[in-house]
């Protein structure tokens, strides 16, 4: 059985994935920074009743010595790592001129160097199978840029180009690298948006809805999939037609 790895993974799109991948199949190890995040829902029931293989691995992502630990768990207890989707994030919002270098560091280690730390850990147990998929959440914020969040538009810009990367160092050895943009998904992240901040997003949406976390699943589940085995660092938005 084929294994997937999701980060961040307790909730919201993560969640979503997980369940997606159980359903097509896939063993899942389950990650989030705190056991009590998982208390809060049924995540692991509802993949197991899927009648795959589920774990979770608890660890902060943006931590090099703790993601090596964590790839090295998840490829003895499962032995293999077939997919990685790289979603965990964060935000710290806040006008350039207000923001601080906490607000800003943070948002680069959790969102950006986690890509670094598990495509550099797994990647290295996919080079010795010789065949992988990496998913990485990216956002049309790295695109097109956001007022209120340069940290996270830096990172998102920075995993398209670490996408674009990973996809040209490991190709030759049958892994790909991919990368998925979400506009504008209803999660506990985007919840925290005033009324006025999700109104002026709405406007701007060609299908005048936003997204579920199902549309982003659906998309990774295609990447996961035989039928995107030659496709490589490239980057799918699905955002409802944010900008054409
Ligand atoms: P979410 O609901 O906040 O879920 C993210 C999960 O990652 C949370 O459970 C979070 O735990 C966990 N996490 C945070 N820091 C971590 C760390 N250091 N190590 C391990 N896990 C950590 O967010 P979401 O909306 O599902 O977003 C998932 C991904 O999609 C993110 O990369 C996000 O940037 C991207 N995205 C989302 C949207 C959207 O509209 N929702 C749009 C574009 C891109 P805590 O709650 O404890 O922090």
């Known amino acids: 059985m084929a294994t997937a790895f999701i980060t961040g993974s307790a909730r919201g799109i993560g969640a979503a994935i997980a369940l997606r991948l159980a359903e097509d199949g896939f063993d899942i190890a389950l990650n989030d920074i705190s056991e009590a995040m998982f208390e809060d829902n049924d995540i692991m029931e509802k993949i197991a009743a899927k009648g795959v293989k589920v774990q979770k691995f608890i660890c902060d992502v943006s931590n090099y010595a703790q993601a090596e630990e964590t790839v090295k768990a998840i490829k003895a207890e499962f032995g293999s790592i077939d997919v990685l989707v790289n979603n965990a994030g964060i935000t710290r919002d806040g006008l350039m001129a207000r923001m601080s270098e906490e607000q800003y560091d943070m948002v680069v280690a959790v969102n950006q160097k986690s890509v670094f730390n598990m495509s550099k850990f797994v990647g290295n147990v996919m080079m010795r199978q010789k065949s992988g998929r990496i ?25 398209i180009g670490m996408t674009k990367t990973v996809a040209k160092e490991l190709g030759s050895r049958g892994i790909t690298c991919n990368a998925v943009a979400p506009g504008f998904i209803k999660t506990p992240m985007t919840d925290k948006l005033t009324d006025d901040q999700k109104n002026a997003m709405l406007g701007q949406i060609a299908m005048k809805r ?35």
Do not use: C, R
């Not at 659906?218 to 037609?241: C, H, P, W």
């Open 135 to 159: 998913i990485n959440l990216a956002s049309v914020a790295g695109v097109y840029g956001n007022p209120g969040q340069i940290n996270y538009s830096a990172t998102k810009a920075a995993i």
């Open 210 to 244: 936003f997204g579920e976390v199902e549309d982003i699943a659906g998309v990774v589940s295609f990447l996961a999939s035989k039928d995107a085995a030659y496709v490589t660092g490239q980057v799918i938005e699905i955002s409802g037609g944010i900008m054409m």
